[in-house]
């Protein structure tokens, strides 16, 4: 349960960044905030969730009446007592995509274990549980994207059996809300299959809304969008509130990114330059150190002037790249490329392959993964720092011939996150990656937003997040 009431402060990463690089910046030691450790499964004393919260204080001190400044203090399901909760219906967004197979068995739960902290926190204080997801991009009502498959798990993780509802709104649903327990979930069938959900209609909105009390978001996947259940329904609903999986999110893509235990290294791949620019950008703002892989790398050898072969290049961003390079050099980020490729003769996961300098790749031949000289200096940058994020695989890591680089990056962070270095991994392929090598238990962070996590290190606004009450900084 929770005790009496405490900010708890988001702050965007720009905002927590200028927070913290500033030495004007003094913490005060008139504003407690609670540690959010119980709920979220930190490791006991996590010296990055200190750094966080104080770089969250600071964020509350400096977020108003500054110039590019934005704070935003936002109030937790942790603020909410079972005085607030007990017999209330809360309608909980979260965030339940999670990929099936063909026969509708879930591939991958992580979307729903996460979902689980918050729900049981309302579940123990008395809640009636009304819980939301979307389910793919359904257009209309499609079978293949109900929710139904996920009832087993949800009722084996929360150790009770919940119910399903076969719609989203109207008196159906209406009548399993109103026998509702305290303590009992119904989860709503998929929220996109009706086409309001993605229009954010305010009338649709109120339709959701009116089935509840109060409103928890916790679908920090879905936060970047401004949809009925994720911002429309916050107009309607107060409080309107952060759930513990928003939390964690923000306190590591935000906080630990803007105020990170330096040496602070980011890894950026994946395919293109042009997906990456926004995050490769803001990360030059923060980063001491940038490596890159991918398919991203060839766009800045060709801008060097060097051969690629068919590599994958975007010829229009060749100037981009060039200034990206520039960029680096003048904010003192020490910025490395791969010196060696593992390039291909087709791409196909059969292809014949060879390792050659990155200054030697012949044509007819492509670059899908990092060569092992890469690694090794790779590794060897890694091995100074103290913060690490990663958005983006180091080649096309799907084929296991050119997987080797990725999975040997992740494997150098699971050894440095077990030497208290703090590993994000930023959403995504990454995140694929990371669990195919068996590593992911290790990291300090691993993202379960693929587009809000990225729009959240390029330094986005998430609307989800925005449209969520203000906490008040309490005075001890
Ligand atoms: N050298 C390469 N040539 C072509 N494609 C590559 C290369 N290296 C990596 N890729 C591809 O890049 C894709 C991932 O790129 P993307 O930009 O989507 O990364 P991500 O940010 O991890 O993913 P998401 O967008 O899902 O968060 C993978 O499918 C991978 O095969
Ligand atoms: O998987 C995701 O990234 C989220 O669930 C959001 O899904 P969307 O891109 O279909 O909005």
Known sequence: MASAAAPTTFSLLHSAASASSSSRVQLSSSLRVRPLTRHLGFRAADPLL???????????????????????????????????????????????????????????????????????????????????????????????YSLAPLVPRISELLGFPIVKADDSIGPEVEKLVASLPEGGVLLLENVRFYK????????????????????????????????????????????????????KELDYLVGAVSSPKRPFAAIVGGSKVSSKIGVIESLLEKVDILLLGGGMIFTFYKAQGLSVGSSLVEEDKLDLATSLLAKAKEKGVSLLLPSDVVIADKFAPDANSKVVPASAIPDGWMGLDIGPDSVKSFSEALGTTKTIIWNGPMGVFEFDKFAVGTEAIAKKLADLSQQGVTTIIGGGDSVAAVEKVGVANVMSHISTGGGASLELLEGKELPGVLALDEATPVPV
């Open 50 to 144: 200190a750094a966080n919260v104080a770089a969250r204080v600071a964020a509350v001190r400096v977020g108003k009446g500054r110039r590019g400044v934005v704070s935003m203090a936002k109030k937790s399901v942790g603020d909410l007592t079972a005085a607030d909760l007990k017999g209330k219906k809360v309608f909980v967004r979260a965030d339940l995509n999670v990929p099936l197979d063909d026969n509708q068995n879930i591939t991958d739960d992580t979307r729903i274990r996460a979902a689980i902290p918050t729900i049981k926190y309302l579940v123990e204080n008395g809640a009636k549980v009304i819980l939301s997801s979307h389910l793919g991009r359904p257009k209309g009502v499609t079978p293949k």
């Open 196 to 247: 309001e959900e993605e229009k954010n209609d305010p009338e649709h909105a109120k339709k959701l809304a009116s089935l509840a009390d109060l409103f928890v978001n916790d679908a920090f996947g879905t936060a970047h969008r401004a949809h009925a259940s994720t911002e429309g329904v916050t107009k309607y609903l107060k409080p309107s509130v952060a759930g513990y999986l928003l939390q």
